[in-house]
């Protein structure tokens, strides 16, 4: 199988991690995707894991020469959903940075670009770099959900937290970055999507500015509070004041509580309490779904992959819609856009 | 002095670990408050604790006949708001189950009763049963906020966890409980406001019946968000679904990030992140402020009160506010009704 490569804003180490385990995927062209980055860490990480792509400096001209099987997108953040489209138009998969589009309008032309492509190539697989899911203590917690250990899901408190560090200028705008409430909340709102199994009603979103040392406009604490089906409610803290002198970048948390139990993964673990048990569980190993070799194994048939194009586009605009909310002021209602 | 005691609807457990240390302090009429209940609760601690109180039928002809100092209110919680300015009018200090009051009507009313009686008897105290300030952990979480450990405060994440267990008869209809989210979630809104010394601005709310064990009108999950001036945002996340075989009966939690680091407690623990120090702190003892020796402490001048009328008020408008907005499914602002 043919892999292109677009940009370095993201996570290509999921790319690459998976590729250590998939002989049968090439590199096969790459593009910084904007003249603004450099194609540098794409073709050194080539070279010195033996694939040998083209270098091209227009993705289009890279999915028409190349004709890739796949192309893995973390191209600028305000160009992905076109970048999507493109490869959808060609009938190429999509394995694209979060969120993959960064306003309702550009999600809304992209979920009618992958509708019309399915129509062409029904098999066409999209997913977004949700890579939390497949992290031990989520996957392990999830998957105790799913079997039943806490009844029926009531509610689900969760937590993004990460160190401000140093940011490229295109946090700082709206524009090129999308919002904190997308871009590091979209993790947290795939938890609540995730682990209720439900479906969005509504939320209500507040997001602040203040406090964060010069950065324009890049908001640095949100809250949102969603309502799914069946009165479950929902939490999400959102924050980029982690102290640099923390231990790890994130601090990821998730709590669910049901009518049968309580789970909460914190620091890499997975604490549970239900008529059964009470305490730290074991962490069901995940290594056997790596994010992109459940995406390149969903595609040769091989297995369901935890991440369909459906769960991409309902987080995405949970995401979008948050942050309208709070761009507001007011609760929004899904599904009335 | 002299204290009267009304009512077991409640934390008397809170005055009488108090009386132990305050000879000064003899209880001197006792009252069920209500023909529901029995006088025996406490009329067995006096025997058992060299009190010899009269016995009262009526909670009225009690504080006009034995005229105390100090009366405890854990009444009927519908009828608690009234006991209180029934003892303002009479110049006594009061100190009352959470929440003082159960609908915004009679607190309102509470509020012009307590200004009222205050131009009469200048001194006049009153303070809530929030004793959660004086627990060891969110005590010394609480002074190293204070202290600046954390900077200025941008988010409060809080959790109140109770189980179920058997419910009395009056946790069934809103008009003799209350509701859920000032119930169990006063404490919560509580932590919000102390921990954040600022003021409340919007609240949005959403509350739930369902899987309430046929409890009638009890909500058994809940989740609110506050807006506090600066733009600090605050969540509650409020439930009686812990499960019965958990260790504790509640679980009960605060995490506050600010601009120079971040602070929790959980299972009676306190860690804390900042550029000095990361990890578990030592506990500051709180012993020697025990709530109901710190109530009349303050009335005898030797002390300031950690909860003052002020505190008290505003909290229980929080938490009205908020059940409103769960009621009416909007955002609601403070100082507009």
């Given amino acids: 199988m043919k892999l292109c490569m677009i940009g370095s804003r993201g996570h290509n180490n999921y790319v690459w991690a998976g590729l250590a385990r998939l002989p049968q995927v090439q590199v096969a062209g790459i593009t910084s995707g904007t003249s603004e980055d450099d194609v540098a860490p794409l073709k050194v990480w080539c070279e010195q894991n033996g694939h040998t792509p083209a270098t091209f400096d227009d993705y289009c001209e890279m999915l028409d020469q190349v004709n890739p099987d796949i192309v893995s997108i973390c191209g600028p953040f305000e160009q992905r959903a076109e970048m999507c489209s493109a490869a959808f138009q060609r009938g190429i998969h999509v394995f694209c940075e979060k969120t993959v589009a960064i306003t309702m309008e550009s ?35 999830w998957r ?87 009165e479950i409610f929902a939490s999400a803290s959102i924050d980029m004041l982690r102290p640099e002198t923390a231990p790890t970048h994130g601090d990821d948390r998730v709590r669910v509580i049901g009518t049968k139990g309580t789970i909460e993964v914190q620091r890499g673990r997975v604490f549970l309490i239900n008529s059964a048990q009470h305490g730290e569980i074991e962490l069901t190993p995940a290594s056997d779904r790596q994010i992109f070799c459940d995406f ?4 040769e048939g091989k297995t369901e992959t935890l991440l369909s194009a459906a769960d991409t586009f309902a987080v995405t605009e949970a995401c979008l819609l948050a942050q309208q909310s709070a761009d507001i002021g007011q609760p929004l209602h899904f599904g009335t856009l």
């Fill in 296 to 299: 390149v194994n969903h595609i």
């Fill in 107 to 141: 999600l809304t032309v992209l979920k009618e670009a992958y509708a019309k492509a399915r129509t062409h190539y029904p098999h066409l697989h999209f997913a977004a770099m949700m890579g939390l899911r497949y992290d031990p203590a989520f996957y392990t917690a």
């Fill in 144 to 230: 105790a959900v799913q079997d039943g250990a806490m009844g029926t899901v009531r509610i689900i408190n969760t937590r993004k937290s990460y160190k401000l560090g140093t940011r490229a200028d295109y946090y700082r705008q709206r524009a090129t970055y999308g919002g904190t409430i997308s871009w590091v909340g979209s993790h947290a709102i795939d938890w609540i999507y995730w682990f209720s199994a439900a479906t969005f009603q509504s939320v209500y979103a507040t997001q602040s500015t203040l406090y964060n040392r010069d950065n324009g406009e890049l908001e640095i604490s949100a809250l949102c509070h969603f309502t799914l089906t069946d």
